[in-house]
T-cell receptor, first 115, second 108 residues
Framework: KAGVTQTPRYLIKTRGQQVTLSCSPISGHRSVSWYQQTPGQGLQFLFE???????NKGNFPGRFSGRQFSNSRSEMNVSTLELGDSALYLC??????????????FGPGTRLTVL | KNEVEQSPQNLTAQEGEFITINCSYS?????LHWLQQHPGGGIVSLFMLSSGKKKHGRLIATINIQEKHSSLHITASHPRDSAVYICAVRYNTDKLIFGTGTRLQVFP
């Protein structure tokens, strides 16, 4: 079975632009979660989707948004990019909709650099 | 104060040593995870615990709900165990918090 895939793997943007990141979960997994990792703040939870519905949300501004499609693929969008948004963005999929009460399978991440 | 505390922050060991990494949290949880992150960023979920003890190969994870504490043990450590180990907790409030990680280096 193919693992979690994320595209693109690397991205460079400038302040004020917007960006869309994509995550394809393991086949059969219905839950996708997104995380941000920075050297200063470490790993932080962004949001969790199950069956196209946002189930849980971390403490991030409204510039961060996401969605999940009927095939369980998910996208996250960051609008009006700031320098502090430079980070590794990770997504993880799990089988059921119990969020972090299920084993998480992580993708390789998208490294976003904002100049 | 981080709501999930890990210790130590850094750990060096000689191949073959027994290693323990600790994680403490503050209130009731629904799940605790131990994650492994290698250089380059890839994260692997090692264990998910809500009670008791789990073992997988040379890795053992335990959790004490009353003391709000979990430990990850590595027996007979090997250089390929060198990585950052992260404890993550889902609180009963659905809040999800990660520890700051423990950087482990195992030398041959």
């Amino acid at each position: 079975k193919a693992g979690v895939t994320q595209t693109p793997r690397y991205l460079i943007k400038t302040r004020g632009q917007q960006v869309t990141l994509s995550c394809s979960p393991i086949s059969g997994h219905r839950s996708v979660s997104w995380y941000q990792q920075t050297p200063g703040q470490g790993l932080q939870f962004l949001f969790e989707y199950f069956s196209e519905t946002q189930r849980n949300k971390g403490n991030f501004p409204g510039r961060f948004s996401g969605r999940q499609f009927s095939n369980s693929r998910s996208e996250m969008n960051v609008s009006t990019l700031e320098l502090g948004d430079s980070a590794l963005y990770l997504c993880a999929s799990s089988l059921a909709g119990r969020g972090f009460r299920d084993t998480q399978y992580f993708g390789p991440g998208t490294r976003l650099t904002v100049l | 104060k981080n709501e999930v505390e890990q210790s130590p922050q850094n750990l060096t060991a000689q191949e073959g040593e027994f290693i323990t990494i600790n994680c403490s949290y503050s209130v009731g949880i629904s799940a605790l995870h131990w994650l492994q992150q290698h250089p380059g960023g890839g994260i692997v979920s090692l264990f998910m615990l809500s009670s008791g003890k789990k073992k997988h190969g040379r890795l053992i994870a335990t959790i004490n709900i009353q003391e709000k504490h979990s430990s990850l043990h590595i027996t007979a450590s090997h250089p390929r165990d060198s990585a950052v180990y992260i404890c993550a907790v889902r609180y009963n409030t659905d809040k999800l918090i990660f520890g700051t990680g423990t950087r482990l280096q195992v030398f041959p």
